[in-house]
T-cell receptor, first 113, second 115 residues
């Protein structure tokens, strides 16, 4: 299966709160899981990524948690700020000849001041 | 600007017309991808070039779609006999060989509206 399922579809968080977005995949051949941030009128921009041999990766306020046995991974945004308001996409790829990305359906995050 | 450049940013066309989009990747990137993104959805893979060779095409890329990357530099995506269902954002991305999904840089896209 090539699908990556993402939830929730939308999320409202107060400034300073924690935003959590979840994704699940079926294809066990996937070996790279990036998260992208997209602002209106712009293309997606890489935020943070993880490989399945690691259970957690943290970069600043952004953390990916990865559960290989459950085939799930999540993005946590700590101390959420209004500037974080954007659409977030999880993705997966099987690194190889093409490295094409399979994207989730996106989560629209609104951080209220 | 050393990012991925896409032109035009917006295109409105009548059903049945042909349209062509251009993508200028980051100069040292030999991998180039086209994706399509409809409202409320994630980008969907259309096609992949390594240098000038088109190595993979999605089933989404019907016979009305054609993509080229002459000399391994810029790329064009042409849609013939456009249909209303073609209305979407067309995204181009590039990366260097070996960087995999990590090295992707997306352009800002071309938004196509078919009326």
């Amino acid at each position: 299966q090539q699908q990556v399922k993402q939830s929730p579809q939308s999320l409202i968080v107060q400034k300073g709160g924690i935003s959590i977005i979840n994704c699940a995949y079926e294809n066990t051949a996937f070996d790279y899981f990036p998260w992208y941030q997209q602002f209106p009128g712009k293309g997606p921009a890489l935020l943070i990524a993880i490989r399945p041999d690691v259970s957690e990766k943290k970069e600043g306020r952004f953390t990916i948690s990865f559960n290989k046995s459950a085939k799930q991974f999540s993005l946590h945004i700590m101390d959420s700020q209004p500037g974080d308001s954007a659409t977030y996409f999880c993705a997966a790829t099987q690194r190889g000849a093409t490295n094409k990305l399979i994207f989730g359906t996106g989560t629209l995050l609104a951080v209220q001041p | 600007d050393t990012g991925v450049s896409q032109n035009p940013r917006h295109k409105i066309t009548k059903r049945g017309q042909n349209v062509t989009f251009r993508c200028d990747p980051i100069s040292e990137h030999n991998r180039l991808y086209w994706y399509r993104q409809t409202l409320g959805q994630g980008p969907e893979f259309l096609t992949y070039f390594q240098n000038e060779a088109q190595l993979e095409k999605s089933r989404l890329l019907s016979d009305r779609f054609s993509a080229e990357r002459p000399k391994g530099s810029f790329s064009t995506l042409e849609i013939q006999r456009t249909e209303q269902g073609d209305s979407a954002m067309y995204l181009c991305a590039s990366s260097a060989l070996g960087q995999g999904g990590y090295g992707y840089t997306f352009g800002s896209g071309t938004r196509l509206t078919v009326v």
